[in-house]
């Protein structure tokens, strides 16, 4: 979880996707000119989840270069306990986001998670989603997740999105029972579950842990679990790859697929980097 999750966090996530990928693809035409152009169907995006190479639980992770670019990567996480996790850490984690469309990876801005406690095994999650391109848009994300015992648990939702071209959006979910992140202690399994909520809110969400990888992200390797999500609004349907990490209780990396384009976010810097 993004969130700490990635998570995110994200019952709404389909919802929130929507809005900032109509965001995106606006920033990625007007960068367009100076980077290669390709029309979305010239080129097959690449699904990340096959370029990692995956392990099942139980043996040893295997490694996959996501986005490295130097040979050696600094350890954030301990080998030992792949299947303890540890609340997150109070304080800021910064991300990274790209847009990924027709092949071609557009920088499109930053996501500052802010955790907080609330007590009583309560977390708030609050995202600042910007970016500084001429098309500028600016997204605020709220999530109050449940930390408990053997799971974690998204309880509501508040999400803002605006944009420079007048764009506004607003929306506010709440589930019961909380809607599942992660099953602890960590393991390959398969969790559907359904949630009352609000109209236009995921009501359904189906956790596939696949097993355990680790990855690279820049300069910066992480023991994690790779978990793929599917969210059901209604008659709509939203997928997303993470990776998470159980020594700091947050993701690596999420992908967000819609149609042949992603939505791409990964970890720069935590408050124990």
Known sequence: MRLGLRLTGRGTKSRAVAALLTA??????????????????????????????????????????????KPKATELTTQ??????????????????????????????TDELHISNLGTSTLRFEHD?????????????TDVVRWLGRSAAIANETN???????????????WSPPQLLES?????????????????????????V????RIVVGDRAFH??????????????SRSTRWFVPNLGVDAKEVDFVGSNQLVTTLQSTPIS
């Open 24 to 69: 995106l693809l606006l920033v990625a035409t007007a960068c367009s000119h100076d980077r290669p152009h390709l029309s979305p169907g010239g080129t097959t995006a690449v699904n990340p989840s096959r370029e990692v190479l995956r392990s099942s639980a139980g043996s040893s992770p295997s490694v996959s270069t996501l986005g490295a670019s």
């Open 80 to 109: 030992s306990s792949s299947s303890s996790i540890r609340e997150p850490h109070v304080g800021t984690y910064l991300y990274d986001i790209a847009f990924v469309q027709g092949g071609v990876t557009h920088p499109a801005g």
């Open 129 to 141: 989603i910007k970016n500084g391109h001429s098309f500028g848009y600016h997204q605020t994300r």
């Open 160 to 174: 803002d999105l605006s944009a420079s071209d007048g764009t506004k959006s607003h929306y506010q979910c709440s």
């Open 184 to 208: 602890f202690p960590m393991k390959v399994e398969d969790v559907k579950q359904r949630s009352k909520t609000e109209s236009g809110c995921t009501d359904s969400i189906e956790v596939n």
């Open 210 to 213: 696949t097993g355990q990888e």
């Open 224 to 237: 994690t679990w790779h978990i793929d999500v599917k969210r059901t609004s209604g008659t709509t349907v």
